[in-house]
């Protein structure tokens, strides 16, 4: 059987008034389509540089989830995300988090055998890779590859996502151990746990954006 961390928020300075701020992560996509065609990564792809806008990284995560709700992909279910840092990385996690599906993150360099322990624990639905990524010649369900996710899902409508079941309870993703001397262990991340690290950061950012150029 799995074996899972419950993560507890010990954030004391977070009062239940911020957290009530945001009630989910994706309502920073919302922040996202307001800086629209400003650059939010530069990713280099061979000899030339990719740039994604704020605005494309939504609408893509938005094709994600319908990507995802198409595949019959529910709340709830499980979905590895093994690549490189990557924009489509970032788009993948947020299809995912739109679409309440659980993120199951792994490092691109993680072995064949803690990579197959961690599938046997969670029983993912799909998985998003990276081309580089031994593993994904080995998995026997769905792959999705990274490099070619814009394509994949290109013919979903952009417009907006909402899944109206989301709250702060809702489980966002499963950070695994690293298992060097057993079984590989999960630990549970909520939206609440997720928002209670970043509400403390947006406070204090915020009394310095009056001098953002």
């Not at 094709?63 to 019959?72: E, N, P, Q, W």
């Not at 199951?104 to 993912?124: G, I, K, S, Y």
């Not at 989301?166 to 966002?172: A, D, H, R």
């Amino acid at each position: 059987n799995p074996i899972y961390f419950v993560a507890h928020s010990n954030a004391t300075n977070v009062s239940n008034n911020e957290l009530k701020t945001r009630h989910t992560l994706v309502t920073y996509l919302d922040d996202y389509l307001k800086r629209g065609k400003e650059i939010v990564f530069v990713a280099r792809r061979g000899l030339r540089y990719v740039r994604w806008s704020y605005g494309q990284l939504v609408l893509t995560a938005r094709r994600v989830a319908r990507d995802l709700d198409s595949r019959g992909i529910a709340k709830g279910d499980r979905v590895l995300l093994i690549g490189e840092n990557s924009p489509e990385w970032v788009a993948a996690f947020w299809g995912c988090l739109l679409r309440g599906a659980v993120v199951v993150p792994l490092d691109e360099n993680v072995t064949d055998d803690f990579a197959l322990a961690v599938q046997r624990q969670t029983e993912p639905k799909l998985v998003f890779a990276s081309r580089s990524v031994s593993i994904a010649e080995r998995v026997n369900f769905p792959l999705i590859l990274l490099e070619q996710l814009e394509e994949t899902v290109a013919a979903h409508a952009s417009e907006p996502y909402s899944d109206n079941t989301l709250n702060q309870e809702t489980l966002v993703e499963i950070i695994f151990t690293s298992g060097t001397t057993s079984t590989p262990k999960g630990v549970l991340l909520t939206h609440r746990n997720l928002l209670a690290n970043l509400l403390p950061f947006e406070a204090e950012i915020a009394k310095y954006l009056k001098w953002e150029r």
